[in-house]
């Protein structure tokens, strides 16, 4: 199934940037740790509008 959407996303991809296409099975996604810090001030001005999870 990933082999698809990597083709949707190969299929529009822009004239100039990059993008970055990371594949997690079920069990990586699930044995995920999250681990967190302060927030630097470069995070903080940065959102999330260009993100997309499918």
Do not use: W
Request: proline share 7%; hydrophobic share 40%; charged share 20%.
């Amino acid at each position: 199934m990933a082999k698809k959407y990597e083709q949707r996303v190969n299929d529009c991809l822009p004239p100039s940037g990059q993008v970055r296409l990371l594949v997690l099975t079920e069990k990586q996604f699930s044995s995920m740790h999250i681990m967190l810090g302060p927030i630097t001030p470069q995070e903080a001005v940065v959102d999330n509008s260009n993100l997309t999870v499918l």
